[in-house]
């Protein structure tokens, strides 16, 4: 068969094919819950048509004017038959009720060692700082202990004391922008052999150990915890699961296993984006209610006290329960909701 | 066309389901740095006007916390918006041609956008992209960091039309039996007619002149000669004679 034979033959197929292409490409291009309109199942079917005489086009040493149209018409379709499920908010709530947490579990190993790597500098901080105040100026300047003292003090300048709405509203998307840059920071950096994660974690862990220790030494205990108490909750464990995140990217660099290194990256990398895209949800949380809530004055530190409890009760409880399959089912693997 | 072996330039074939080898065409980087700095102007643009206008509706307070907001959402979340369009590209990148796709050609999926973006931090290591623009020159498929870990890939989203329809000619027959591959580069040269000065087409001609016969009225060149066999090659024959 000559190309120009090939061509007559199955012109009509291929113009039907790029008009329903075109029709396709324009309807609701990512709603993956519907069919492709009236025309998909005449689409596939074109679809493997224009395949096969592809491969018998290239196989036959057609002119490439004809090759080339056949692999845009094929490489279109390819592209719309294959493209990924639609996100609609069905998916967004199964991925907070199921995706997340099990992510989360099914890195547990990173979890624990992220963690150690942020509590224990902190501990190990805040017992020296609270044992002898004067060894927070090892790590601060007098400067900075000072504007402590005054935002955790009884005095004018303290947090919450004479703050208005405008203030909150600034102070939240001042958190917004900070704490989850932050997060982000600190999972990324882990593509650098982990280093980058563990500096993370580590600064985080001794700069918040120190100025904890020294507050509550100094007696500005009932302040600054009820302070922290409740927000606390949501954004460290959202600082130490980006850690987690992280701290997995530098293990499969390192130590890749039975894939290559860029494989083992890429596998492991989808796999802890659901535990960094929950935890932006918990920074979000977490900066309106530092802004809004933990520096309101007016409600009683023990009112706090119970919230923060509640909070951090919560935020352990959902972690480590939420989304089980029902028993009879299995588990369903890691990073399986993306 | 290029999977049997290994091409000389950057293309990249994939394998669709169907068994099909398509190419994609990754962008190097000059045409992504440009698409970056497009990216970074209207960037700048679009905050300091939302900022204007936030300011003057607010003054302080709300107005303050979404400028904040809207800033943390260009820094890290402009590109995801954009490549999770349609398109699957940003507006630089759409400038200059480029888009956004999975290793397989696919459209690109929201965890693989989030990542590659997010990962965008380490490629601007130490400062000014050091990291990006080392891996990006070392790899024939042009991919920073972040399109590593995330099995992305930055391609042209058009291919480049280099050959046209042959141009008009009488058929002739060739003159000997014409392997395959001869056929394909005869009917390649034709094709290739509008973007070849007269000149060098006629060259090339003649390197080919012993495939086609002398018609009997001698004195047509090597080129009408060759595209009269390129025209008989792909089917068509001088008086209605089936091939």
């Known amino acids: 068969m000559t190309p120009l034979q090939f061509e007559a033959a199955h012109e009509a197929a291929w113009g039907e094919l790029e008009k329903l292409l075109t029709a396709a490409e324009k309807y609701r291009w ?5 069919p492709d309109g009236p025309g998909g199942a005449r689409l596939a079917l074109l679809y493997r048509r224009a395949c ?23 490489a279109r379709a390819h592209r719309l038959i294959y493209r990924p499920a639609a996100w609609n908010w069905r998916r967004f709530t199964d991925f907070l009720l199921i995706g997340f947490p099990q992510a989360v579990r099914a890195h547990r ?26 060894f927070i100026l090892h790590l601060l300047d007098p400067a900075q202990v000072r504007q402590f003292d005054a935002m955790y003090g009884d005095g004018n300048h303290a947090l919450g004391r004479e703050r208005s709405a405008d203030t909150d509203w600034e102070m939240f998307g001042f958190y917004i922008k900070n704490n989850i840059s932050v997060g982000f920071q600190c999972f990324a950096s882990g593509l650098l052999a982990g280093l980058g994660t563990i500096f993370y974690l580590v600064f985080n862990g001794v700069a918040i150990g120190a100025v904890s220790g020294y507050l509550i030494t100094t007696g500005k205990a009932q302040n600054f915890l009820s302070f922290v108490v409740t927000h606390g909750a949501f954004e460290l464990t959202a600082i130490v699961l980006s850690g987690a995140a992280g701290l997995c990217l530098g293990h499969a660099l390192l130590a890749p296993g039975r894939r290559t290194r860029l494989e083992a990256l890429k596998h492991h990398a989808l796999g802890v984006v659901p535990v960094i895209g929950g935890a932006v949800v918990m920074l979000v949380i977490a900066a309106g209610l530092e802004a809004f809530w933990s520096s309101a004055r007016w409600v009683m530190p ?27 089912q299995p588990e369903r693997e890691a990073g399986h909701a993306d | 066309m290029s999977s049997v072996t290994a091409p000389l330039d950057t293309l990249r074939a994939v394998e669709t389901p169907e068994g099909i080898a398509l190419t994609l065409r990754p962008a190097g980087l000059a045409a992504r740095a440009l698409a970056f700095m497009i990216d970074m102007c209207l960037r700048g643009v679009i905050f300091w006007l939302l900022f204007i206008v936030l300011m003057l509706i607010f003054r302080s307070g709300l107005g303050v916390a979404l400028a ?25 990148k759409r400038a200059l041609g480029l ?15 989030l990542l590659r973006n997010l990962l965008r931090v380490v490629d601007f290591l130490p400062g000014t992209y050091a990291f990006g623009l080392v891996t990006m020159l070392l790899r024939p498929d042009f991919k920073r960091l972040g399109d590593m870990a995330a099995g992305t890939l930055v391609v042209y989203a058009e291919t480049a039309a280099l050959d046209g329809a042959l141009p008009e000619a009488e058929p002739a027959p060739p003159a000997r039996l014409l392997t395959a591959r001869q056929q394909l580069a005869v009917i390649t040269w034709a094709g290739r007619a509008r973007r070849l000065t007269p000149e060098r087409f006629e060259e090339l001609a003649q390197l080919a002149a012993s ?33």
């Open chain 1, 52 to 74: 096969q005489q592809l491969a018998l086009a290239q196989a036959r040493a057609y002119p490439i004017y004809l090759t080339q149209r056949l692999e845009q018409l094929v």
């Open chain 2, 68 to 92: 904040l907001i809207a800033l943390f959402l260009l820094e890290w979340f402009y590109p995801v918006a954009f490549e999770l369009t349609k398109r699957g590209a940003t507006p630089g």
């Open chain 2, 211 to 243: 495939a086609s016969e002398a018609p009997p009225g001698a004195g047509a060149t090597a080129t009408t000669r060759l595209l009269g066999l390129a025209h008989w090659l792909s089917g068509r024959r001088g008086e209605g004679a089936a091939p």
């Open chain 1, 109 to 134: 190993r990173y979890l624990l060692a992220a963690t150690l790597l942020f509590t224990l500098p902190l501990l190990l901080m805040g017992w020296a700082c609270w044992r002898d105040p004067g």
């Open chain 1, 302 to 328: 023990e009112v706090k006290y119970g919230v923060g409890a509640t909070c951090w009760a919560l935020v352990l409880i959902y972690l480590g329960w939420q989304g089980r399959p029902a028993s009879a």
């Open chain 2, 99 to 113: 888009t956004v796709v999975m290793d397989n050609g696919l459209p690109v999926t929201p965890a693989a956008s």
């Open chain 1, 30 to 34: 990512r709603q993956s819950a519907t």
